[in-house]
């Protein structure tokens, strides 16, 4: 197997190839029944020539050729109608075929996006990671038409035309197997060395294009705020500007190998059309047999010239295929053990066992032979400045990262050694900035539990202070959201995503500063929700206003990866010059200095 030196990936033409021929394997029957109706479409047509020549020698020879003129005929017809049947059925095969091929390379793809790592999605535009799919899957169709349906009839066509020709005039067949095999050379070393460079260089902005538009478009509500969208259009006129150069590049290379064919195909037309008229001045060719040869030749013409198009073609779908294949190759960057079991949590208890733990391209890491223990059904808060560690920690008991060494328990079991979809399952998590789908609310509030009841829904939400709002939206919980929620406030969102974590019922609850968002009345119910939701459960919070953690068992104060302070809010507080009394006056004295204002 070759590999690109510059990326490391596999070469892309071999890459391409190998993936889409691991699909067709799937389906062998369909594939084996294209290929043979089409192979026999083309055979229908390599023997027209031979009896167009026989019509020609019939016709001239008077009226007594009368009878050979109709066979001819006939034999013509019966094999257009070959070609015609044999085209037809080719293409319904090939559609049911290559719908299939789409629709699990389409489903693949996105069942492998959904398992990448966290940091993959953080490195990549969805915009682009979109393009990248739907154009893979276009150019996976116009590249299964490019094999089956136009190379496959090309070779047959040119392999049996020679030996036809040759046949009858050896000189003849060498003539146009040796043109043929130089027009074929060149316009795939055009293709592969002179075109392909650009094309995938103009595809990779055009992914970058992707990217772009996705960002400001999602970003709107931002550039609103500040009046940019001048800056925003001047941003994008600025990589529209180099995927045009790119892509100008592209097709011009395009159209000096065009060029170059053409050239050949002339050279090669001239040939065979100088050898028949000499073969037929020697009285070793009939009138027939001239007509013969120029029908033969015109086939040949046409398919060689189809030849450099199905070849710029398959160049074309391999580029646009190239990344999305790629993306395949990927490793999920957090995958699940081979011997993985399910995850089924009972006390709660969370044990981080000399964890050392570093983020990539990072080269001191932020936990360094880190211990420590949630009992279960302990409420915990973590607190600290800005990078201490207290978001990692929960992405680390959510498996969202694997740790460098060292384990985290649940229960004395090791999460590594769990299904990651089982151990998120047992924990609900509410985000400082709730992410919406663009669905209703109803489904929105049951993404944790899809089977819950309408009642089950409106009690979660009663819970979380989101129902009489809900009410009074036009469509109530069949209310669409819109994307990422944007149709609703914030306040609304994190409501929402509190009733989500209620009815998700699992035993180890997270929230990341759940009433970040909510006015004092607000903040005052949910809290009250909150306290009756973590009876009896593994609670950890994360807490920016430490006035949210002062009912917690414990506190954890966190600095660069440490647990520095530990224990409950009176003890941290009484603790002279401790680092929770530091931060609890800061804020203190902040909140008295805004209230002044």
């Not at 990448?116 to 150019?139: L, Y």
């Not at 002339?266 to 047999?289: C, E, F, K, M, Y």
């Not at 978001?391 to 060494?405: A, G, H, M, N, P």
């Not at 903040?523 to 009896?536: D, F, K, N, S, V």
């Amino acid at each position: 197997m070759s590999y690109d030196t510059q990326t490391g990936r596999r070469e892309p033409f071999r890459a391409v190839l190998g993936f889409i021929f691991s699909h067709w394997a799937r389906q062998p029957g369909q594939v084996a029944w294209v290929a043979g109706v089409t192979i026999a479409a083309t055979l229908a047509e390599l023997f027209t020539p031979v009896y167009a020549g026989r019509l020609v020698d019939a016709a001239s020879s008077g009226g007594g050729g009368t009878e050979a003129a109709l066979r001819a005929l006939g034999a013509m017809m019966v094999l257009a109608a070959i070609m015609v049947l044999g085209r037809h059925f080719a293409f319904v095969g090939l559609t049911t075929m290559t719908l299939r091929t789409m629709s699990d390379v389409s489903q693949e793809a996105f069942a492998r996006l959904q398992r990448f790592s966290t940091d993959w999605h953080a490195n990549n535009f969805a915009g682009s990671t979109v393009r990248k799919i739907t154009r893979g899957m276009w150019a996976l169709d116009l590249l299964t038409d490019t094999i089956l349906i136009a190379l496959l009839p090309s070779l047959v066509i040119l392999l049996g035309m020679t030996v036809v020709l040759a046949w009858h005039w050896p000189a003849m067949g060498l003539v146009v197997a040796l043109g043929a095999l130089a027009y074929i050379g060149l316009t795939l070393a055009l293709s592969l060395r002179f075109v392909a460079p650009a094309a995938r260089l103009g595809n990779a902005w055009d992914t970058r294009l992707g990217g772009a538009l996705a960002d400001s478009i999602t970003c709107n509500p931002v550039v609103k705020a500040y009046g940019a969208e001048a800056r925003e259009d001047l941003r994008l006129a600025t990589v529209v500007s180099k995927w045009s150069l790119r892509t100008r590049r592209a097709w011009l290379r395009g159209t000096w190998s065009g060029t170059g064919q053409n050239v050949v195909l002339l050279v090669l037309r001239a040939a065979v059309i100088g050898l028949v008229i000499w073969l037929w001045s020697n009285g070793q060719a009939s009138p027939g047999d001239v007509a013969f040869v120029l029908t033969a030749y015109a086939v040949v013409h046409g398919y060689l010239r189809d030849v450099g198009q199905h070849v710029h073609n398959l160049q074309r779908s391999v580029n646009d295929m190239e990344e999305l294949v790629a993306m395949h190759d990927l490793p999920y960057g957090v995958p699940d053990a081979k011997a993985a079991t399910e995850m089924a949590v009972t006390a709660g208890e969370i044990a981080f066992k000399d964890v050392t733990f570093h983020y990539g391209g990072h080269v001191e890491p932020l936990y360094r032979d880190f211990s420590l223990t949630i009992h279960g059904g302990e409420k915990v808060g973590l607190v600290g400045r800005s990078g201490s560690g207290k978001t990692t920690f929960v992405k680390l008991v959510q498996r969202l990262y694997d740790v460098t060494s060292g384990r985290i328990a649940i229960d004395e079991v090791d999460i590594a050694s769990a299904t990651q979809a089982s151990l998120r399952q047992q924990i609900a998590i509410v985000q400082q900035e709730p992410v919406l789908f663009h669905r209703s609310l109803a489904e929105n509030i049951a993404y944790g539990r899809p089977g819950a009841s309408q009642a089950q829904v409106e009690q979660a939400a009663q819970l979380a202070n989101a129902h009489e709002f809900i009410m009074r939206l036009p469509k109530g919980y069949a209310t669409l959201v819109g994307e990422r929620g944007i149709k609703l406030s914030g306040g609304e969102r994190q409501r929402v995503a509190l009733a989500r974590a209620f009815l998700a019922d699992a035993p180890i609850l997270i929230l990341d500063e759940a009433t970040s968002s909510l006015d004092s009345e607000s903040e005052a119910l949910i809290q009250q929700a909150m306290e009756r939701l973590m009876e009896g459960r593994t609670t950890i919070v994360i807490a920016h206003r430490l006035s949210t953690v002062r009912a917690m068992d414990r506190i954890l104060v966190f600095d660069r990866g440490r647990v520095v302070e530990e224990g409950p809010h009176e003890a941290l507080l009484a603790a002279e010059n401790g680092a929770y009394r530091a931060l609890f006056e800061k804020q203190v004295s902040e909140m008295a200095k805004g209230l002044a204002v």
